[in-house]
């Protein structure tokens, strides 16, 4: 597969994944805000800022963070600026996205573009994109070949889910919600169904942060994040090495896994903001390594006339 095909194909899975996770996050954030009348609503929005790399200015406030995180194109964390560059990637690779899948991108640009959003409530254009990524996911696994390029966007999807898990974690962790915050978080990672299932009566921020962090079958969670972009490397790399690992991100991905796997719950928690920012660097770290092995020397073509 060419190398600027595999690039688009991870960063369509790290787009899409963006977009839905940080509507899920702004989301559980404006209820937080809504639900708590005692909150430190200036701190709170801080808190969030800086767990999504958000450098701001100016007040913080509901305003600030939803032109920053939603509305603001110009904002590379922001959901527009996601979509934007997901169609734009899908734009790049299109002889080998689908054509549904195509549609239902350049669709989802559309509303973005024309003002949709903006004239929206917040909670419904939340659910909006959300919908909308959630159907692309599903027509990215169901009608295109589960390929070395499909492995790719998994791939991409599993670590930006990482990452935005913990982010949304370190959100939680350094914000003054207290234990409500932490049933909202759950709500967010759409995991409060599944942690209810697993956990019955015990509702606390401890549960809640080991479900997420540590549950190898809820898909939102941190280890299962990892094990399948592990599982995504190990068929990518051409070698199948029967002893170590097959390269730089195998190695990062698998040290992370290990690391979680072999540590106890009170270790992690007793420094979960810190946690949660060496999980984000190994996905950067992962990211790069996976740029370096694959996708070096990757060209995006110049496109010529026709349509788009």
Same mark, same amino acid.
């Given at each position: 597969m060419l190398s600027r095909i595999a690039e688009a194909l991870f960063w369509i899975g790290r787009y899409i994944e963006r977009a839905e996770c940080t509507s899920r996050i702004l989301d559980a954030h404006l209820q937080v805000l809504t639900e708590d009348p005692t909150i430190d609503r200036e701190a709170t929005c801080r808190a969030l800022l800086a767990a999504m790399g958000v450098s701001h200015d100016g007040t913080?406030?509901?305003?600030?963070?939803?032109?920053?995180?939603?509305?603001? +194109?110009?904002s590379s964390a922001s959901v527009v600026s996601a979509i934007d560059s997901a169609r734009e990637s899908a734009r790049r690779s299109r002889e080998v996205v689908s054509t549904e899948m195509w549609e239902a991108i350049n669709t989802t640009y559309n509303q973005t573009t024309s003002g949709q959003l903006s004239r929206m409530r917040p909670a419904d254009a939340f659910r909006l994109i959300r919908e909308r990524a959630s159907m692309i996911a599903a027509l990215a696994d169901?009608?295109?070949?589960?390929?070395?390029?499909?492995?790719?966007?998994?791939?991409?999807?599993?670590?930006?889910?990482?990452?935005?898990?913990? +982010?949304?974690?370190?959100?939680?962790a350094n914000g003054a919600g207290g234990a409500s915050s932490w049933q909202?978080?759950?709500?967010?990672?759409? #995991?409060?169904?599944?942690?209810?299932?697993?956990?019955?009566?015990?509702?606390?921020? +401890?549960?809640? #942060?080991?479900?997420?962090l540590l549950d190898r079958l809820f898909p939102r969670s941190v280890v299962f994040g990892l094990t399948q972009a592990a599982a995504c490397l190990e068929v990518l790399d051409p070698r199948q090495r029967r002893l170590g690992f097959g390269g730089d991100a195998a190695r990062i991905v698998g040290q992370a896994r290990a690391s979680l796997d072999v540590r106890s719950l009170n270790d992690l928690l007793s420094d979960l903001p810190g946690e949660m920012e060496r999980l984000q660097r190994v996905c950067v770290e992962a990211t790069d390594a996976v740029t370096h092995r694959y996708f070096e020397g990757a060209v995006a073509p110049e496109w010529l006339g026709g349509t788009q």
């Open positions: 913080y406030d509901q305003a600030a963070v939803l032109r920053l995180l939603f509305h603001d +194109r110009s169901g009608t295109l070949s589960h390929d070395t390029g499909w492995q790719f966007l998994v791939l991409g999807r599993s670590i930006e889910r990482v990452d935005m898990t913990a +982010r949304l974690l370190l959100s939680t909202t978080t759950l709500r967010a990672c759409g #995991a409060h169904h599944a942690f209810t299932r697993t956990y019955r009566a015990i509702e606390s921020p +401890r549960a809640a #942060a080991e479900f997420l």
